[in-house]
């Protein structure tokens, strides 16, 4: 089972739109898919019409006084599962702070996952704490959509220190280009390689395009509705390249 | 065991988890609508589509996926084709989109699909086992956010393909597949369905039955052991031993002929090879003129059945070199699979040819009518009215003080002809005493061929890497002649050679450590408590 985990300290950047789509294109892959909803907005959860609460809140799920396979709903698609959003997970940090050897804990809860799932993604809320800090642990890769200018340029260099102090049990980070507009000259010399960034970022780009809001209006993954349109595509390639990445 | 993405479950008492998907077979598909229509009254629905469904379900010969409550689906619908494999008490296990139509697991592409299936079927070839097609309306059932919570499929089928509607037995269905963690609102749908409409669902892996693929079929046509006791006569015994070896030969033929999966080959091969190692090394039984003959005309099929097995054994090896080669060189092989399967087919043509001709249908009819002809009375072979135990001890004795002797022999500097001879008569050791191993103690025996086994492993992997850098090395020549080999896969071949004569050298280090295991006074102690001869040799 891989574990991949969508995060950007800025918000706003396609984060969970990626998640939904990646994940969406591993299940049709023929991966059995789970995607875990950290974020308090429960953005992904409300894209697949799924109620953004888990019985207990986060803190029970943790402690696994119940399991996650009871707070798991299918999506509309199969082969792709969500664990909602609860709204307790605003107060991760300070749960985590609280909890006992958490990193323990939540690879425990990862591992009674491992059977049911072959790829499970991790849609991260913009902060960075202790329990960022934990999930990054569990993770395999990180996956950090980027709007290519310089603010979110400095924003991944932060990430990268802040990682660089996590030794061995750091996951590999893949950024990418997110919501990529080519008509900003910023935009098209960043992503032409003309100002380097601090991790090598993926080939695939995710174009800033009408048909990724719209997936609010059809709560569904953009390949669902667009078939075929350049970023339902972007977002197919963006999955193979990390697949390649992870094996 | 293959885990269904369902919820987790719970046993009600009839037995079937109320949490997995349910089938209703229908009387008739006005039925069908009254059930939908009923739904749509008390729930909140959703139509879909209605659509041209064909699906064709797939195991092996032998049902390894349905001995793992599995199976495999191949659907075309909406003009696209996908696989699905799901479990056979209901629900997906996994879906991929591809319009491969399934075979080895070599064939399917890379990734977590193949990876599912690839150990459950191993080397066998998934055949269809029925084709249905029909039309399947689709419905939901939402709550209150407009979420599906359980998905409905209102089906008519026909079983046999679009163009063959045979059996024109029309069946109807109706599926209710909860979604995950929405157990509550399936259950309310199949209460009302059975409740108002007294339907009853199909008991849990029914649905396959309803096409009607039966349940298990005939389990691999391996040889059956022959009944033989210590003081049957030994042409008596003997001939049963061959009886049974000819049973296997027919009872592969049919599969080998159609190519069904290369196990049948195996068998079909293997039985022929254990009937030439019982004629010769169990001589003096029967006369040797008719003896002759038999063995002229089994040497005749083994040698034209040779070629396509080396293709057989060629292309299941091709993962394991693919394996052996890093990522990117790997689609390099694509020309080498190309050409094998290419040469299996024409290889095919002959083996059927061979199966088809008037010399094998002699030497099976005279074969069968020889066996079954009651042994003489009075014979002037010694040996014939031996009991059969004496005898094979001597033969067995004899043999294995040969192995020894040979073993013995081999360093590290012996010539590799030397291991291939000890491995020719390890291989006959094996045979022989697998014919006869009912007449010695069973705990006993087992533990000289698994002593036997071991040293066979390693002859083996020393033979087969040998064997296969020869056959890549002819490939590609023949590739070549024809004009078919890049040189990008000459390349990784020549790589794939080398990587295969390292591992040759490496199953040739061992070879020595093995025979001196197999060489231990404790294996040579149990050899001689088994099968030193208890009467003078030779005489009765």
Same mark, same amino acid.
């Given at each position: 089972?891989?574990?991949?985990?969508?995060?950007?300290?800025? $918000?706003?950047?396609?984060?969970?739109?990626?998640?939904?789509?990646?994940?969406?294109?591993?299940?049709?892959?023929?991966?059995?898919?789970?995607?875990?909803?950290?974020?308090?907005? $429960?953005?992904?959860?409300?894209?697949?019409?799924?109620?953004?609460?888990?019985?207990?809140?986060?803190?029970?799920?943790?402690?696994?006084?119940?399991?996650?396979?009871?707070?798991?709903? $299918?999506?509309?698609?199969?082969?792709?599962?969500?664990?909602?959003?609860?709204?307790?997970?605003?107060?991760?940090?300070?749960?985590?702070?609280?909890?006992?050897?958490?990193?323990?804990?939540?690879?425990?809860?990862?591992?009674?996952?491992?059977?049911?799932?072959?790829?499970?993604?991790?849609?991260?809320?913009?902060?960075?704490?202790?329990?960022?800090?934990?999930?990054?642990?569990?993770?395999?890769?990180?996956?950090?959509?980027?709007?290519?200018?310089?603010?979110?340029?400095?924003?991944?260099?932060?990430?990268?220190?802040?990682?660089?102090?996590?030794?061995?049990?750091?996951?590999?980070?893949?950024?990418?280009?997110?919501?990529?507009?080519?008509?900003?000259?910023?935009?098209?010399?960043?992503?032409?390689?003309?100002?380097?960034?601090?991790?090598?970022?993926?080939?695939?780009?995710?174009?800033?395009?009408?048909?990724?809001?719209?997936? $609010?209006?059809?709560?569904?993954?953009?390949?669902?509705?667009?078939?075929?349109?350049?970023?339902?595509?972007?977002?197919?390639?963006?999955?193979?390249?990390?697949?390649?990445?992870?094996? | 065991?293959?885990?269904?993405?369902?919820?987790?479950?719970?046993?009600?008492?009839?037995?079937?988890?109320?949490? /997995?998907?349910?089938?209703?077979?229908?009387?008739?598909?006005?039925?069908?609508?009254?059930?939908?229509?009923?739904?749509?009254?008390?729930?909140?629905?959703?139509?879909?589509?209605?659509?041209?469904?064909?699906?064709?379900?797939?195991?092996?010969?032998?049902?390894?996926?349905?001995?793992?409550?599995?199976?495999?689906?191949?659907?075309?619908?909406?003009?696209?084709?996908?696989?699905?494999?799901?479990?056979?008490?209901?629900?997906?296990?996994?879906?991929?989109?591809?319009?491969?139509?399934?075979?080895?697991?070599?064939?399917?592409?890379?990734?977590?699909?193949?990876?599912?299936?690839?150990?459950?079927?191993?080397?066998?070839?998934?055949?269809?086992? &029925?084709?249905?097609?029909?039309?399947?309306?689709?419905?939901?059932?939402?709550?209150?956010?407009?979420?599906?919570?359980?998905?409905?499929?209102?089906?008519?089928?026909?079983?046999?393909?679009?163009?063959?509607?045979?059996?024109?037995?029309?069946?109807?269905?109706?599926?209710?597949?909860?979604?995950?963690?929405?157990?509550?609102?399936?259950?309310?749908?199949?209460?009302?369905?059975?409740?108002?409409?007294?339907?009853?669902?199909?008991?849990?892996?029914?649905?396959?039955?309803?096409?009607?693929?039966?349940?298990?079929?005939?389990?691999?046509?391996?040889?059956?052991?022959?009944?033989?006791?210590?003081?049957?006569?030994?042409?008596?015994?003997?001939?049963?031993?061959?009886?049974?070896?000819?049973?296997?030969?027919?009872?592969?033929?049919?599969?080998?002929?159609?190519?069904?999966?290369?196990? !049948?080959?195996?068998? !079909?091969?293997?039985?022929?090879?254990?009937?030439?190692?019982?004629?010769?090394?169990?001589?003096?039984?029967?006369?040797?003129?008719?003896?002759?003959?038999?063995?002229?005309? !089994?040497?005749?099929?083994?040698?034209?059945?040779?070629?396509?097995?080396?293709?057989?054994?060629?292309?299941?090896?091709?993962?394991?070199?693919?394996?052996?080669?890093?990522?990117?060189?790997?689609?390099?092989?694509?020309?080498?699979?190309?050409?094998?399967?290419?040469?299996?087919?024409?290889?095919?043509?002959?083996?059927?040819?061979?199966?088809?001709?008037?010399?094998?249908?002699?030497?099976?009819?005279?074969?069968?009518?020889?066996?079954?002809?009651?042994?003489?009375?009075?014979?002037?072979?010694?040996?014939?009215?031996?009991?059969?135990?004496?005898? /094979?001890?001597?033969?067995?004795?004899?043999?294995?003080?040969?192995?020894?002797?040979?073993?013995?022999?081999?360093?590290?500097?012996?010539?590799?002809?030397? &291991?291939?001879?000890?491995?020719?008569?390890?291989?006959?050791?094996?045979?022989?005493?697998?014919?006869?191993?009912?007449?010695?103690?069973?705990?006993?025996?087992?533990?000289?061929?698994?002593?036997?086994?071991?040293?066979?492993?390693?002859?083996?992997?020393?033979?087969?890497?040998?064997?296969?850098?020869?056959?890549?090395?002819?490939?590609?020549?023949?590739?070549?002649?024809?004009?078919?080999?890049?040189?990008?896969?000459?390349?990784?071949?020549?790589?794939?050679?080398?990587?295969?004569?390292?591992?040759?050298?490496?199953?040739?280090?061992? &070879?020595?450590?093995?025979?001196?295991?197999?060489?231990?006074?404790?294996?040579?102690?149990?050899?001689?408590?088994?099968?030193?001869?208890?009467?003078? &040799?030779?005489?009765?």
């Amino acid at each position: 089972m891989k574990i991949i985990a969508c995060y950007n300290l800025k $918000g706003g950047v396609g984060k969970t739109a990626a998640t939904v789509n990646l994940a969406y294109h591993a299940a049709q892959q023929g991966a059995r898919t789970l995607i875990w909803d950290l974020d308090p907005q $429960g953005a992904a959860s409300f894209y697949f019409r799924v109620k953004p609460k888990v019985k207990g809140g986060f803190d029970t799920l943790l402690k696994r006084r119940r399991s996650p396979m009871k707070s798991i709903r $299918g999506t509309d698609y199969e082969g792709l599962d969500l664990l909602p959003a609860d709204f307790s997970a605003r107060h991760i940090d300070l749960i985590v702070d609280r909890t006992r050897k958490p990193k323990r804990r939540l690879k425990r809860l990862v591992k009674g996952l491992k059977k049911e799932y072959d790829c499970v993604f991790l849609d991260c809320a913009p902060s960075i704490g202790v329990a960022t800090e934990v999930l990054f642990q569990i993770a395999d890769a990180l996956v950090v959509p980027t709007i290519p200018t310089t603010l979110s340029v400095n924003t991944l260099k932060r990430i990268k220190k802040h990682l660089k102090g996590m030794n061995g049990s750091a996951p590999t980070v893949l950024p990418f280009f997110s919501m990529v507009d080519r008509r900003k000259q910023l935009h098209k010399s960043i992503c032409e390689g003309e100002q380097r960034l601090p991790i090598d970022p993926l080939n695939a780009s995710i174009p800033y395009s009408s048909l990724v809001e719209q997936m $609010g209006t059809h709560r569904a993954p953009v390949s669902t509705f667009a078939a075929g349109s350049r970023p339902a595509r972007a977002y197919e390639q963006l999955g193979e390249e990390i697949r390649a990445q992870l094996n | 065991m293959i885990a269904p993405t369902g919820d987790v479950g719970r046993s009600s008492a009839v037995g079937t988890d109320p949490d /997995a998907e349910r089938h209703y077979a229908l009387a008739s598909p006005a039925l069908g609508e009254r059930a939908l229509e009923l739904l749509r009254a008390r729930f909140r629905t959703r139509d879909d589509a209605l659509l041209a469904v064909t699906r064709a379900y797939y195991d092996t010969f032998d049902r390894r996926l349905a001995g793992e409550d599995a199976i495999l689906c191949r659907t075309l619908e909406d003009g696209a084709h996908s696989l699905r494999l799901e479990s056979l008490s209901g629900g997906l296990v996994r879906r991929l989109a591809t319009p491969i139509v399934p075979g080895f697991a070599a064939d399917l592409p890379r990734g977590p699909f193949h990876d599912a299936i690839a150990p459950l079927i191993d080397v066998r070839r998934l055949l269809q086992l &029925v084709e249905i097609t029909g039309s399947v309306e689709r419905a939901s059932v939402l709550d209150d956010r407009g979420k599906t919570t359980v998905r409905l499929s209102f089906e008519q089928w026909t079983i046999g393909s679009r163009a063959d509607r045979i059996h024109g037995a029309d069946i109807t269905l109706l599926t209710a597949t909860p979604v995950k963690g929405y157990g509550k609102a399936a259950r309310r749908v199949c209460e009302l369905l059975e409740a108002e409409l007294a339907l009853h669902p199909l008991p849990p892996g029914a649905l396959l039955s309803v096409f009607g693929v039966a349940p298990q079929s005939a389990a691999t046509p391996a040889a059956t052991r022959p009944a033989i006791t210590r003081d049957m006569r030994s042409d008596e015994a003997i001939k049963r031993i061959y009886a049974s070896l000819l049973e296997t030969i027919v009872a592969n033929e049919e599969g080998t002929r159609r190519r069904t999966d290369p196990e !049948f080959l195996h068998q !079909f091969r293997v039985a022929i090879r254990r009937t030439r190692a019982g004629i010769a090394r169990l001589r003096g039984v029967f006369p040797v003129r008719t003896m002759e003959r038999f063995k002229r005309e !089994f040497a005749w099929l083994g040698s034209v059945t040779g070629p396509m097995r080396d293709l057989d054994v060629h292309l299941m090896e091709l993962p394991a070199y693919e394996a052996a080669l890093p990522p990117e060189a790997r689609g390099d092989l694509e020309p080498l699979r190309t050409h094998l399967e290419l040469s299996a087919d024409r290889e095919q043509v002959k083996l059927e040819a061979a199966l088809e001709s008037e010399r094998y249908a002699r030497l099976i009819k005279s074969w069968r009518a020889w066996l079954r002809r009651p042994v003489p009375m009075r014979t002037p072979l010694v040996d014939a009215r031996r009991p059969i135990e004496q005898l /094979a001890r001597e033969r067995i004795y004899k043999l294995h003080g040969r192995v020894l002797k040979r073993g013995s022999k081999i360093d590290d500097q012996t010539p590799d002809e030397a &291991v291939h001879d000890l491995r020719l008569d390890c291989k006959k050791l094996r045979y022989l005493i697998e014919f006869f191993r009912d007449l010695f103690d069973p705990k006993v025996i087992k533990q000289q061929i698994r002593a036997l086994k071991q040293l066979q492993e390693v002859l083996g992997r020393f033979n087969d890497f040998s064997v296969q850098q020869i056959a890549l090395a002819d490939a590609t020549h023949e590739m070549a002649e024809h004009g078919r080999a890049p040189l990008a896969t000459a390349v990784v071949v020549g790589r794939l050679i080398e990587t295969l004569r390292g591992r040759q050298q490496q199953a040739r280090d061992e &070879v020595r450590g093995r025979i001196q295991t197999f060489n231990t006074p404790d294996n040579r102690a149990r050899a001689e408590q088994l099968f030193a001869p208890t009467a003078p &040799v030779g005489t009765e």
